[in-house]
């Protein structure tokens, strides 16, 4: 029995509401009651899963998997075997896709009866610091916390010059319901949500435009691994626009009339079946009543807390997309731990050398730790070493070398501070570079590490060895 209250002062059991049932939320609920808090998960879905499950991550991986099997079918014709144009039946193709979701979130309720979590189907609004209401069903049920967490997460961003009253323009989880396969296809937003849907519709069979503002799609990401990627996507999509705008989106007789403007102001008018705006995403801050506590929000709606997940009302936490960037279902889930911690009085801390990121395209794209540029900003003399996947046995072997695995590595100590891949399965690759960044390892523990071969990992022991000019299969300079 837990007998201490949020700020640790022992005054009976704690009593946890958790607002939010996603990747932050559930965690946080269920390893909360390993602890011995009462606890009760408040959400407006029937069963926990969040966005993440219902309509983001899980779906669209599982559209993912799809869209890399017919692009994998079409290329066997290469190696001589041909299984001709699929056949694709989309009510089944949309009812496993919906199975998928339903076995996760059945799963996910079994899980919170097993851990004796109280769960309440609703809304929830913060009275005080130690109060809320759940609406719910019509009514306004209250309820006392000692500790609140708020893992609320976020909603599509649409531009209010592209908020048309359309069924023909979808946010991204309009989309993962595969209304249809549209012959043409408009996708505002060359980050990783408007790519990856649209390389699962342009594999199903619509032509796909992706037009992104700025100068470059993937923004922020390393030019060299997304030059890898754009070139396998120009076999995938009609036109990929970048520095233009969407100026105004119009519903005709024949679709979506959508005009374009490149950054000279050049305009030009093209017509859709669907549009997909795909322009980020805001964290889901409003109308939670934090303003009847001492808790403030910054000026992009993120809730303000400490290292330990604290905002300034002593008893009420965030963790999350709602709490700050990066907004990754894999960050929400580490912050949980440390919030229950510090309810608990013990001293956690948030302070990740390394939140792995993935872009789930094909090939994929993931990072972990410092890039050079990151380095370089806070005086840290870095040096580059890129092993191409052209010189890797596996990835000749499976006819995918066009990929690359990059080391940053800090000079003098040769430290292990980042590491960069692109190339398929890279999001599973990436782990090891987390860990290698979180323990301090070297340049060296990498390189004498022995790599199972032929695998695709054992690029990151060849880049290690790179580093140290002793690859067997490849000779670069370093940078």
Not at 178 to 192: K, T
Not at 283 to 299: C, F, M, Y
Not at 358 to 369: K, L, M, R
Request: glycine share 10%; charged share 20%.
């Amino acid at each position: 029995m837990v007998t201490s209250d949020a700020n640790g002062t022992g005054t009976g059991t704690i009593r946890l509401a958790v607002l939010g049932a996603g990747p932050g939320g559930y965690p946080a609920a269920f390893h909360a009651a390993e602890r011995g808090l009462d606890v009760t998960l408040i959400d407006t879905r029937p069963q926990p899963g969040g966005v993440c499950l219902y309509e983001g991550c899980i779906p669209s991986k599982a559209l993912l998997h799809v869209a890399k099997l017919i692009r994998e079918a079409r290329h066997a014709s290469e190696w001589g075997i041909s299984f001709g144009e699929p056949q694709i039946d989309l009510d089944q193709l949309r009812d496993w896709k919906d199975g998928v979701v339903l076995k996760m979130t059945n799963g996910l309720g079994l899980l919170r009866r097993q851990h004796h979590v109280h769960y309440q189907q609703g809304f929830g609004r913060i009275r005080d610091a130690n109060q809320l209401n759940i609406e719910s069903n019509g009514e306004v049920l209250p309820f006392d916390f000692d500790a609140l967490i708020i893992a609320t997460g976020s909603s599509a961003a649409i531009p209010r010059p592209l908020q048309l009253d359309s069924e023909l323009v979808m946010d991204a989880a309009q989309a993962l319901e595969l209304p249809d396969v549209p012959d043409s296809l408009l996708v505002v937003g060359g980050g990783y949500i408007g790519l990856e849907l649209g390389t699962v519709y342009a594999e199903l069979g619509s032509t796909v435009t992706v037009v992104e503002s700025l100068p470059d799609i993937l923004s922020g990401v390393e030019h060299d691994l997304v030059r890898v990627l754009k070139r396998s996507l120009r076999s995938r999509f009609a036109e990929t626009l970048v520095n233009t705008t969407v100026v105004s989106l119009t519903e005709v007789d024949q679709g979506i009339e959508a005009v374009l403007a490149d950054d000279a102001g050049v305009e030009r008018t093209e017509t859709f079946d669907r549009v997909l705006i795909a322009t980020g995403r805001r964290p889901n801050s409003a109308g939670l009543g934090l303003h009847r506590t001492k808790a403030h929000v910054d000026d992009h709606g993120f809730i303000v807390t400490d290292m330990q997940r604290r905002t300034a009302e002593p008893s009420i936490f965030a963790i999350g997309d709602v709490a700050g960037e990066p907004m990754l279902a894999h960050k929400a889930t580490a912050e949980a731990s440390v919030a229950i911690e510090a309810i608990l009085g013990e001293p956690a801390m948030f302070r990740p050398l390394a939140v792995p990121a993935v872009i789930f395209t094909d090939p994929e794209i993931a990072w972990c730790g410092l890039s050079q540029a990151d380095a370089s900003a806070i005086d840290v003399e870095a040096t580059t070493v890129s092993f191409p996947w052209a010189a890797l046995g596996r990835a000749s072997a499976s006819g995918r070398n066009d990929g690359l695995t990059r080391l940053v590595i800090e000079q003098g100590s040769e430290r292990v501070l980042g590491m960069q891949i692109v190339g398929p399965g890279a999001g599973e690759l990436i782990g090891e570079g987390v860990l290698a960044v979180e323990m301090g390892a070297r340049a060296s523990d990498l390189a004498e590490s022995i790599h199972a071969h032929p695998t695709l990992n054992e690029s990151i022991m060849e880049a290690a060895q790179l580093f140290f000019g002793r690859s067997p299969h490849y000779v670069a300079r370093r940078r």
